[in-house]
């Protein structure tokens, strides 16, 4: 009985030690860069609740009690998140910013970073203000000595360069129509004013009223102007600008396009080149 008791007690022991190995090598760690940075800030990155893991966009992640720890693909940074900061272990050491700016020597962000406003300028302008990467197709149009212009724009913040945005302009579309047609078409179609104020702030609403229009030209003179003025509007698309813009002369240059006021001197705070196709 003192034998099986002693060859029970190994088994137990030998069982304990097992699973104790078998616990120590599932037991997550920091390895390499990950843990380069956490020896740095302990308390901040906390302990891993996981292994190091590979993300969708080639980033190497791997989340922790307090955060989430990332090597990024597109700078080959490793940085530490909690939500709000972000600790980067950089060319200057360990550095830490709000999670909305980034230091002059990161590498742009990947696309998957890029704000789609779509054809939301109101959600441009909120990303000009925080300085966050984003796009949108913005179409605007004047009234220019009877001749309806109307001109859809792919507009980009593309970077950030000191207190300055990398902003680019370029025409992806363009029409023209006449002005009393487009009065025409919106009085055919019982537009109130209020109506028809509204549609010409709309991609889609310009274009329903500028086709109704076109399509009542009849006299040859008149339709000939139309053409002119038309192919004149086409030979704009593929034409744009990129800008170092100022933040703030940015941001305040799309609040006045928001409320249909343009001028070329809008673009006198920016450092801009032209680009054709």
């Not at 940074?77 to 900061?85: E, H, I, S």
């Not at 001109?151 to 029409?175: E, R, V, Y």
């Not at 008149?222 to 744009?240: F, P, T, Y």
Request: include cysteine.
């Amino acid at each position: 009985m003192k034998r099986l008791g002693i060859a029970a007690l190994v088994g137990i022991l030998a069982l304990v030690a097992c699973f104790a190995t078998v616990l120590a090598q599932s037991a997550p760690e920091f390895k390499l860069g990950f843990k380069a940075l956490a020896d740095q800030i302990p308390d901040v990155v906390g302990t891993p609740l996981e292994n190091e893991r590979w993300g969708s966009n080639g980033d190497s992640l791997q989340q922790t009690t307090t955060g989430l720890m990332a090597w990024r693909k597109a700078d080959n940074w490793t940085a530490f998140t909690n939500g709000a900061m972000t600790w980067i272990n950089g060319p200057a050491g360990v550095q830490a910013r709000p999670n909305d700016q980034r230091f002059d020597w990161e590498a742009q962000a990947q696309q998957s970073d890029v704000v789609d406003c779509g054809t939301d300028l109101g959600c441009f302008i909120e990303a000009s203000r925080t300085g966050r990467l984003a796009k949108v197709d913005y179409t605007m149009a004047v009234d220019f000595f009877g001749m309806f212009l109307a001109n859809t724009d792919a507009l980009a913040i593309k970077g950030k360069d000191g207190d300055k945005l990398l902003f680019s302009q370029k025409t992806i579309a363009a029409d023209a129509a006449l002005t009393q047609a487009i009065v025409a078409a919106a009085k055919a179609k019982g537009m109130s004013d209020a109506e028809v104020l509204k549609a010409l702030t709309t991609a889609e609403g310009i274009a329903e009223l500028m086709q109704a229009a076109n399509a009542n030209v009849v006299d040859p003179k008149v339709e000939q102007q139309l053409n002119s003025a038309k192919e004149n509007q086409r030979a704009r698309i593929g034409i744009g600008k990129e800008c170092s813009f100022p933040q703030a002369a940015l941001t305040a240059m799309l609040e006045r396009w928001q409320k249909g006021r343009f001028s070329s001197s809008d673009w006198d705070p920016a450092e801009c080149t032209d680009t054709r196709p």
